[in-house]
């Protein structure tokens, strides 16, 4: 941590984790640098922290030494709270810099309900919320991600924008910002919009016809180009990080995640991400084998993620599995992939994941019939379907997650009733298979051949919900459908909506991406008092000749061959509809319902047929052929990770420093090892112990120098030692922690009165109930030694009490006791009945 401020309000916050820096492969902000950039993610920390994009992004700047280069990310309310009212400006992570000193400040837009935390992280580093309030001295405002397939919402709050694969683009920007860092900020952006693929909104003028809609989108200037066309990366020498960030949090995607391809072969009609990403492209194996080895090394994680819009149609993806599962099966290595087609190739990919650490396999057939398949271009039949899900059950998966639509363009209830017969069908046929079913409003969005559709209205969402809840026999649930009415509303908005963006912000939008968050009634306020009409925006099909408020942007495809794509979408359905009636009319449901039996039987022998060098995870582990027992001390910013947040860092250090450790029995095995108690967040410990084991005997000095040379900064190794392989466990051993209490304003006559009382109530939190327990018999000692107070307190499994609470007692009235005295757990030890202490 470099700002005491900041350090103080961290003792405030419900998980102040989130904001510290000095987690593992993370940059050390250069403070000598003269050009510095910050890159921004509108969503709490365990969000942001996983968005690849960002860290490619992060690292490229700083390896290249094109700037400092740090991270921000969304704050929760309560630091927001805390930050209004000390009036501190929001900072960033690595040096806890406010953002308004920054010369780039780079927001990543995933989806389009992060508007108003970006707002409202503008506002916080007391930055002008709106582009043309920023005066020469303010950062440049930049925004990317696949969101900005339609950017116009935005562009009143960002200076420019990047569309497409920013790798190449952002050195650029960079490059340009140093230039024209002493001149007009009217010279830097029109200098910037001669770059490929940046897009700077204030220098192009939007006109409106007496209805409403957009008449045209043009550049004030004639020297500016009209249409901007999105920047498209060579994948197969791309850059990408070879040591990924560790955190010390646990985000959404904690794993070694590596990009094996970015766009996608397929083209459904309803898809934004694979327009935006397009076209399809893929790393070299040879190179993602590589990644595999520096992110394992360097990392320590259990799983790795091989990720892309469609992994299973990466054309080495058989070799990749295959090597990466020969190098690391020792290792208890757990394989991931996220994006799998419903397909046989699926599942031959899919039996290199542990499927006991991964008891869920996931398909997206996205809707019920052939039929409504074949509208939407996701060209998969329910035969397909069937035999897919028949064949992952034999094979021993026994959850199936199925992701579908619902309002889609010419959807009927005979497409909602055709899940219930695909769901029926294999439920008869398979044994001990679950379905956990996913239904989420279809979303028209821009760049797409669906963009001139409408939304279905809220009403026939919820019917349609209703409807399959009635006849499913399977768990299933809805996403939010007023939110995805506001998605809607941003994707397919013009300028004007960003009225309606700042107003929802200023009644108190935040976090509309969270379902337990989400302000439906503040929304719809926001736009009513913007004079908008939601209507307008969601639920009108839009006219072929109609100029959209997007039209000024190129991402790769026409819209004379997106609507002609819609078109033939609509065509799928008359086409489908004369083959029915030329057949007997039953369906594609209906015939596999009457043929169903043997497609169990085929399932089986499909699934029995494992790769020749696929190697099983095994169930067995080596014996442990010594135990040692570590002693750390965590000072600075990382004592504020919680006690398992710390056990995930001891335990990845192991993984890390190339010993051969041991493992836990079992299909999701751990490194074997125990902890002793916790200490409390934002303390610091000289004393953290970790219980280690190891298949082979190895020289402790050894031990100590591999381990020393993989934690992260703030963690020492202090000792090690070698214990029995059968001994208790260091936390049912040790009874007494001794603690040191800094800044203390106290004296040797007002310790000897606090202890001489017959009773020392304190209060304790416990199961998030406040009680008064008598805190004296658990007190050992207490002592001034000059401005600390050393303090030894009894614990147990039943008993206990936080240093903090006895010194409120002590201190009585003072206030912000937390904020001022810096507590350390200084030694635990082990008090026999007899009296005898001793250390582990």
Request: glycine share 6%; proline share 5%.
């Amino acid at each position: 941590m470099k700002n005491p401020k900041i350090e103080n309000i961290l003792n405030l916050v419900r998980r102040p984790s989130r904001y510290i820096n000095g987690e593992l492969n993370s940059h050390t902000a250069d403070m000598s640098a003269d050009f510095s950039v910050c890159l921004c993610f509108p969503d709490i920390y365990e969000v942001g922290a996983s968005n690849l994009g960002l860290e490619i992004l992060y690292h490229l700047v700083n390896e290249k030494k094109l700037a400092r280069c740090e991270r921000a990310f969304a704050p929760d309310e309560d630091l927001e709270k805390i930050l209004r009212d000390q009036k501190i400006p929001l900072f960033s992570l690595e040096s806890n810099s406010d953002l308004k000193s920054f010369d780039i400040v780079g927001f990543t837009i995933q989806c389009e309900l992060v508007a108003t935390n970006i707002i409202n992280m503008l506002d916080l580093s007391e930055i002008p919320v709106f582009s043309r309030d920023r005066k020469d001295c303010h950062p440049l405002i930049l925004g990317g991600g696949p969101a900005l397939t339609n950017p116009e919402p935005f562009c009143d709050f960002f200076d420019a924008f990047v569309l497409g694969d920013g790798e190449e683009v952002l050195p650029e920007i960079i490059e340009t910002r140093k230039k024209f860092k002493k001149s007009k900020r009217a010279d830097l952006l029109k200098e910037l919009s001669k770059i490929d693929g940046v897009y700077v909104p204030s220098l192009y003028k939007v006109e409106y016809n007496d209805d409403n809609t957009v008449k045209s989108v043009l550049p004030f200037d004639p020297d500016v180009k009209k249409t901007v066309t999105k920047r498209t990366l060579n994948l197969e020498n791309a850059y990408f990080p070879s040591k990924k960030i560790v955190p010390f949090v646990e985000t959404v995607h904690n794993r070694l995640n590596i990009e094996v391809a970015r766009g996608c072969p397929g083209q459904c009609r309803f898809c934004q991400a694979s327009k935006y990403y397009r076209p399809w492209r893929q790393r070299p194996v040879e190179k993602l084998l590589e990644l595999v080895k520096n992110g394992v090394e360097s990392t320590g994680y259990e799983e790795i993620a091989f990720s892309s819009l469609s992994c299973s149609d990466y054309k080495h993806l058989e070799e990749l599995l295959v090597k990466t599962n020969e190098i690391y099966a020792a290792s208890n290595l757990n394989i991931s992939l996220p994006s799998l087609r419903c397909n046989e190739r699926s599942l031959k990919a899919a039996q290199y994941i542990n499927r006991s650490k991964r008891p869920t396999l996931t398909f997206a057939p996205e809707a019920g019939s052939d039929r409504l398949r074949d509208v939407i271009g996701k060209y998969l039949s329910e035969k397909q379907i069937v035999e897919t899900l028949l064949s992952a059950n034999a094979m021993g998966w026994k959850v199936i997650k199925l992701y579908f639509m619902i309002g889609l363009p010419t959807e009927t209830d005979e497409d909602l009733a055709a899940i219930n017969s695909i769901v029926r069908l294999v439920r008869k046929e398979a044994k001990g298979l679950n379905f956990n079913i996913t239904v989420s409003p279809f979303v028209p969005k821009a760049q797409t051949a669906f963009q001139w559709v409408a939304m279905a209205r809220p009403e026939e969402i919820a019917r349609k919900i209703d409807f399959l809840k009635g006849i499913v026999p399977a768990s299933l649930k809805a996403h939010n459908h007023r939110a995805s009415v506001l998605e809607a509303f941003m994707a397919k908005g013009d300028r004007r909506v960003s009225a309606a963006v700042y107003k929802a912000w200023q009644k108190g939008a935040r976090f509309d991406q969270w379902a337990d968050k989400f302000g439906n009634d503040i929304w719809t306020q926001a736009i009513k008092e913007s004079g908008l009409d939601l209507d307008f925006y969601v639920y009108r099909t839009i006219k072929e000749d109609e100029a959209l408020p997007w039209d000024h942007l190129n991402y790769g495809v026409s819209k004379d061959w997106l609507y002609n794509d819609y078109l033939k979408g609509l065509k799928e359905s008359l086409k489908f509809k004369e083959q029915t009636q030329n057949s007997d009319g039953s369906g594609a449901a209906g015939s596999l319902l009457a043929t169903g039996g043997s497609f169990a039987a085929e399932a089986a022998q499909r699934s029995s047929l494992l790769p020749q060098n696929y190697v099983e995870p095994s169930l067995l582990q080596q014996a442990p052929a010594m135990r040692v027992l570590l002693r750390f001390s965590r000072k600075g910013a990382v004592r504020f990770i919680s006690h398992l947040e710390q056990i995930e860092v001891l335990r990845r250090a192991a993984r890390r420093c190339g010993l051969a450790v041991s493992f836990t029995a079992g299909f999701s095995p751990q490194v074997k090892s125990s902890f002793g108690p916790p200490v409390s967040v934002g303390h610091e410990s000289s004393c953290e112990y970790m219980d280690l084991y190891f298949n082979e005997k190895k020289d402790l000095g050894e031990i100590k120098e591999k381990i020393s040379a993989v934690l992260p900064d703030g963690f020492c190794l202090l000792s090690v030692k070698k214990i029995p392989l059968k001994f208790p466990a260091i936390d049912v051993l040790v009874n007494v922690a001794e603690f040191s209490i800094k800044n203390v304003a106290v004296l040797d006559k007002d310790v000897e009165k606090f202890m001489s009382c017959g009773q020392i109530i304190v209060e304790k939190t416990k199961k998030g109930k406040t009680v008064e327990i008598d805190a004296k018999p658990l007190i050992k000692n207490m002592q001034v030694c000059g401005s600390t107070l050393k303090m030894s307190l009894y614990f147990g499994e039943s008993k206990s009490v936080k240093p903090e609470a006895v010194l409120k007692k002590l201190l009585e009235n003072h206030a912000n006791y937390a904020t001022i005295c810096n507590i350390e757990r200084t030694n635990l030890y082990i008090e026999t009945t007899d009296g005898e202490i001793y250390e582990p």
